[in-house]
C-alpha cells in the first residue's frame, strides 16, 4: 500500500483510533470526568480535521473513496459542527453527572459512516454506512435512562423500522449489481445510459435504494421516526442528530443522483419532489400542534428540509448552489435554537414543554433575544441572514417556472412563522412559571460566536454565493 494510500485514510483511521484510547482511559484511569472523554474526542477531531485539510485531493483508491474539494467541504463543515457541538454537550453530562462515554464513542463512529458516505465511489460502501449510520442512531437513542413506556416505545418502533428500510436499501444494492455486475459508480452510470438495459425492476431496485436513503434524511413520509426521537432522547443527541447529519447526506444524495442515477433521473425525479412538496406542508401543519419544543423545532427541521429539497429536485448547478445555501443558513439557525436550549434549565432539569419556558424572556433576557433572532432566521425573514436563504429557494424556484411550488412554500411559511410565534408569545408575552437556573458561560459564548457568524455571512454574501460555489460545481 502506497504512502498516498495511507494519507487518503488518515482522517478516518484518527476518528477511530480515538475508540480504543477511550476505553483504555475508561478501563485504567480511576480520575475520569465527562471532560475526560470530551478532551480526547475533541482531540481526535481536530487532529482528523486537520489531515481533511492538508490531504483533501488524496484519493488512493479512486474507485472506491475519492478525496476533492467538493468532499473537502461537507467533512470540513460537520466536523465543525461536531466541534462546537460536543462542547455544548459537555454541559450536560456535567450537569446530570454521567459518563460522556457512550455519546462521544458513538459520535466518533458517526462522523465515520459520514466521512465514507461523502468520498464513496462504490454503492456497497454507501450501503454499509448507511446501515452503520442506523444502527448509530439506535444506540443513541438508547443512550437515555428515562426508560418510560414511551421511550421504549419510541426504540422499538425505530428499530422496527430500520430493519425495514436497511433490508430495502440491500435489497436494491444487490439488484442493482444483479443488473450491473458492479458497485461501482462509473459502472453503474454506464449501465443506466446504455439503452434498452433498464428493466422495470432496477428502476424498482433504485427506488429501493433512495427510500432508504430518504428514511436516513427524515424527509416525507420516511419522517415519522424523527420527532418523536427528537422529543424523547437526550438533548446531546437531539441536537447531534438535527444539526451533523443533515449536511452529510445532503452532499452524499446529490453525488449519488448525480454521478450515478442521473441517466434515469426523469423516473425517480416525482418521488424526490413529491417528498420534498409532502415534508413542507407536513413539517409546517405538524409544528403547530405541539407543545413539546424539541418535538416543534423537529418538524420545523421537516418543513426546511422539504425545501432543501424542493431545490435539488432540478438537479442543475445553480439548484445544488440555492440548496446549499439555504442549508446552511438553516444549519446556523437551528444550532443556535439548540444552544438557546442548553439556558432552558430550572431544578436541573432541562425544560422540554412549550409552557416550561413561559416568561423565560424576564430572567434569561440574552438567551430569550438570541433564541429569538434564530427563530426569526428561520422564519426567512429580513435582514437576518434566514432571508438570504429564502431568497435563494424562491429565486431557483422562479427561474424553474415553478409558480405552484412558491405558492405551496409561502402558504407553509405562514404556518411555521404561526408555530414560532407561539414560542415567542410563551418566552415575552406568557406569565413565568418556573424558576429558572443560571446559565453556563460556555452558552453565551456559543451563541456570541454563533451571533456573529450569522452577521459576518449576512455582511458579506460572497462566502455563501460566490466562493462556494466553484466548490460545489467540482460534482458536476
Known amino acids: 500500500m502506497s504512502s498516498q494510500n495511507w494519507l487518503s485514510l488518515l482522517p478516518d483511521a484518527l476518528l477511530l483510533l480515538s475508540l480504543p484510547v477511550m476505553f483504555l482511559v475508561n478501563r485504567f484511569r480511576e480520575a475520569k470526568t465527562a471532560k475526560t472523554f470530551y478532551t480526547l474526542a475533541k482531540l481526535f477531531l481536530v487532529l482528523s480535521l486537520l489531515a481533511v485539510l492538508v490531504f483533501y485531493d488524496y484519493s488512493g483508491y479512486p474507485e472506491w473513496l475519492i478525496n476533492n474539494r467538493y468532499t473537502t467541504l461537507f467533512k470540513v463543515i460537520i466536523y465543525l459542527l461536531a466541534f462546537a457541538w460536543f462542547f455544548l454537550s459537555l454541559k450536560w453530562f456535567l450537569n446530570k453527572e454521567r459518563s460522556s462515554l457512550g455519546f462521544y464513542s458513538l459520535s466518533m463512529i458517526y462522523l465515520v459512516m459520514l466521512s465514507l458516505l461523502l468520498s464513496a465511489q462504490h454503492l456497497g460502501i454507501v450501503g454499509a454506512a ?21 421511550t421504549q416505545a419510541v426504540q422499538r418502533r425505530y428499530l422496527i423500522f430500520s430493519m425495514i428500510f436497511a433490508l430495502a436499501l440491500l435489497a436494491g444494492i444487490t439488484l442493482l449489481y444483479q443488473g450491473a455486475g458492479s458497485l461501482h459508480y462509473t459502472e453503474l452510470y454506464e449501465f ?3 439503452p434498452g438495459s433498464v428493466t422495470p425492476l432496477h428502476l424498482a431496485a433504485i427506488v429501493l435504494v433512495l427510500c432508504g436513503f430518504l428514511y436516513l434524511i427524515a424527509l416525507a413520509p420516511f419522517h ?18 438535527t444539526i451533523i447529519p443533515a449536511f452529510a447526506l445532503f452532499g452524499c444524495l446529490a453525488d449519488l443522483i448525480l454521478n450515478v442515477f442521473f441517466p434515469v433521473y426523469g423516473v425517480i425525479k416525482p418521488l424526490l419532489l413529491g417528498c420534498a412538496v409532502l415534508s413542507i406542508i407536513l413539517g409546517a401543519l405538524s409544528a403547530n400542534g405541539e407543545n413539546n419544543i424539541r418535538r416543534l423545532f423537529a418538524f420545523a427541521t421537516l418543513y426546511n428540509l422539504g425545501l432543501v429539497y424542493l431545490c435539488v429536485v432540478k438537479m442543475n448547478d445553480n439548484s445544488l448552489l440555492s440548496a446549499f445555501v439555504y442549508l446552511l443558513v438553516y444549519i446556523l439557525s437551528i444550532s443556535g435554537i439548540y444552544t438557546a436550549f442548553f439556558g432552558f434549565k430550572s431544578r436541573g432539569e432541562y425544560l422540554l414543554k412549550l409552557d416550561d419556558i413561559s416568561g423565560i424572556a424576564e430572567v434569561k433576557p440574552y438567551i430569550a433575544a438570541a433564541f429569538l433572532v434564530f427563530m426569526i432566521s428561520l422564519i426567512g425573514s429580513p435582514p437576518l441572514l434566514g432571508f438570504l436563504g429564502l431568497l435563494s429557494v424562491l429565486n431557483n424556484l422562479v427561474i424553474q417556472g415553478s409558480y405552484l411550488l412558491i405558492v405551496v412554500t409561502l402558504i407553509s411559511l405562514l404556518l411555521i412563522a404561526n408555530a414560532y410565534l407561539r414560542v415567542i408569545q410563551a418566552v415575552y408575552f406568557n406569565e413565568r412559571h418556573e424558576d429558572f437556573d443560571r446559565a453556563d458561560y460556555g452558552i453565551y459564548v456559543c451563541l456570541f460566536i454563533n451571533l456573529m457568524i450569522v452577521l459576518i455571512s449576512l455582511l458579506n454574501p460572497r462566502y455563501l454565493m460566490n466562493d462556494v460555489e466553484k466548490i460545489l460545481f467540482a460534482i458536476f
Open 192 to 194: 443506466l445510459s446504455r
Open 130 to 150: 448507511g446501515l452503520m449510520v442506523m444502527g448509530c442512531n439506535y444506540f443513541m437513542i438508547r443512550l437515555s435512562r428515562d426508560e418510560t413506556p414511551e
Open 224 to 241: 415519522f421516526w424523527f420527532a418523536d426521537v427528537i422529543g424523547t432522547s437526550i438533548l446531546p443527541v437531539g441536537g447531534f442528530l
